[in-house]
């Protein structure tokens, strides 16, 4: 069992760095326990990564991918995120980076094991696309070294064999099918968007059919730490950014005009209207998920 110890030379929220990469509260290849549990598709083959953070980071890994997620650790949990540059133009901003200053932008250096449930979560509520994520885990993924409760997403190859039936039971919808397939057909090509990294980073991921502004935006922020890449198109977001900023509701072209000061740093921005725990005001009931499964 591989291990290794890691001290951060700034404040670190591991909690905070590694949340976005949890698709809802029955993700099998994320556990927040004693730490937290991930599991993850390296050049090396599946593994597994606990985190823990004492006075140092402390990190375990199991499977062929051990020593490439050890290796990948720092840069999971921020250490090349450069925020020096950063100016918070609103209050709200400046309140919730005085008060996380742990909160960093981590990247995980993969671009399949992020756009997978990225995908599933294109226009559907979280519900559903959390749903589905677990159901492919489980039945197509595999299980998890050193931790047999977890599973290891499943492959580019795994996606291909799939079939429409199984799709239907998991909840998939053709459109969002069809954008995974053509995605697992190419997905060692779309690699290469970590090392391109911004703008041609996302602009790689948007060559393949269903691939758009949001789901580039949601790749970027988690494959490559990409602090400019806003998810324009998300049904909540322009909502929220608007009434915790301006205190009113804005459309996206609203909210490029209010995040534009940020540039090139908009997206962490946003992750600090995210962590500052303000509740956009409700005014409809909640929309109900679809179950494909049914139809």
Not at 65 to 74: M, R
Not at 214 to 222: D, H, K, L, S
Request: aromatic share 8%.
């Amino acid at each position: 069992m591989p291990s290794r110890t890691w001290r951060p030379t700034s404040a670190l929220d591991v909690g905070a760095v590694l949340g976005p990469l949890r698709r809802g509260p029955g993700d099998p290849t994320f556990t927040a326990a004693d730490g937290v549990w991930l599991t993850a598709r390296t050049p090396s083959g599946p593994g597994t990564l606990h985190v823990r953070r004492a006075d140092e980071v402390l990190a375990e890994a199991w499977g062929p991918g051990a020593e490439w997620l050890l290796d990948g650790l720092p840069a999971l949990l921020g250490a090349d995120d450069d925020d020096s540059a950063f100016v918070a133009h609103h209050p709200l901003i400046e309140r919730t980076r005085r008060a996380r200053p742990g909160l960093r932008l981590g990247a995980t250096g993969r671009v399949w094991d992020v756009l997978l449930p990225a995908v599933l979560e294109q226009k559907v509520t979280s519900t559903e696309a959390h749903r589905s994520w677990a159901q492919l885990c489980h039945r197509f993924g595999a299980t998890a070294p050193g931790n047999d409760r977890m599973r290891v997403p499943p492959t580019p190859e795994a996606v291909l064999s799939i079939t429409d039936w199984e799709w239907h039971r998991a909840g998939v919808d053709g459109a969002r099918r069809r954008t995974l397939i053509a995605a697992a057909r190419v997905a060692h090509r779309l690699e290469a968007a970590v090392g391109l990294k911004g703008e041609a980073g996302r602009a790689l991921l948007r060559k393949v059919p269903g691939i758009g502004v949001w789901t580039a935006a949601e790749v970027a922020q988690r494959a490559w730490a990409d602090p400019d890449a806003v998810s324009f198109g998300d049904f909540h977001l322009a909502a929220l950014v608007g009434f915790a900023l301006l205190g009113k509701r804005i459309d996206d072209a609203g909210m490029a005009e209010e995040l534009a000061v940020y540039a090139p740093q908009r997206h962490r921005a946003v992750r600090y209207v995210e962590a500052s725990g303000f509740r956009k005001p409700r005014f409809a009931p909640r929309f109900s998920p679809r179950d494909y499964r049914a139809m």
